[in-house]
């Protein structure tokens, strides 16, 4: 089955301590990206990686760090996570081909942040 | 910069109503528009999509139409049904991003 898999599902965790929320697709997508939903605010989008070891920053990268060393995995670290970075989040790929508006999304991840 | 306005929820109708959400966009170019859905508790999925002006897009009873003389995309169904409930994100293409709109919710009484 063709899916994006995102790992945990849900994370409490206190303000400095690092994680990493793992995304995974078996679609040998080239792109992803990763976003993140709040209420009144839509989605944002953080990061987003075109192929393997290519990244760039979306529109609210500030604290966080991606890497791309596979195709198909493309984990969110936070370095140092902050309140400020409670939210909900979701992993996304697309086969790309010119454009990238047909993305599958993961079931997403509740980060609190206390 | 090219940025997407649909309205605001939450958006309450009955069973059999019929629906409209508006979405309109500002772009530089022609973008390619969607919609996606998001049901309680899940991630978000395409439900429909245009490429050029004055193509339909239309799935699962929806439909929405790419008017480029009014740079809109307003979702439409007949007849709502209560599995309908759910959030609905308008986007346009942009490059290598999407533009999101705020999100409407809908939620239809039985």
């Known amino acids: 089955e063709a899916q994006v898999t995102q790992n945990p599902r849900y994370l409490i965790t206190v303000t400095g301590k690092k994680l990493t929320v793992t995304c995974s697709q078996n679609m040998n997508h080239e792109y992803m990206s990763w976003y993140r939903q709040d209420p009144g605010l839509g989605l944002r989008q953080i990061y987003y990686?075109?192929?393997?070891?290519?990244?760039d920053k979306g529109d609210v990268p500030e604290g966080y760090k991606v890497s791309r060393k596979e195709k198909r995995n493309f984990p969110l670290i936070l370095e140092s996570p902050s309140p400020n970075q409670t939210s909900l989040y979701f992993c996304a790929s697309s086969s790309g081909q010119g454009w990238v508006g047909e993305q599958y999304f993961g079931p997403g991840t509740r980060l609190t942040v206390t | 910069g090219d940025s997407v306005t649909q309205m605001e929820g939450p958006v309450t109708l009955s069973e059999e109503a019929f629906l409209t959400i508006n979405c309109t966009y500002t772009?530089?170019?022609?973008?390619?528009l969607f919609w996606y859905v998001q049901y309680p508790g899940e991630g978000l999925q395409l439900l429909l999509k245009?490429?050029?002006a004055d193509d339909k897009g239309s799935n699962k009873g929806f439909e929405a139409t790419y008017r480029k003389e009014t740079t809109s995309f307003h979702l439409e169904k007949g007849s709502v049904q209560v599995s309908d409930s759910a959030v609905y994100f308008c986007a346009s293409s942009s490059n290598y991003q999407l533009i999101w709109g705020a999100g409407t919710k809908l939620i239809i009484k039985p």
């Open positions: 990686s075109m192929n393997v070891e290519v990244t």
């Open positions: 245009a490429t050029k």
């Open positions: 772009a530089t170019g022609y973008p390619s």
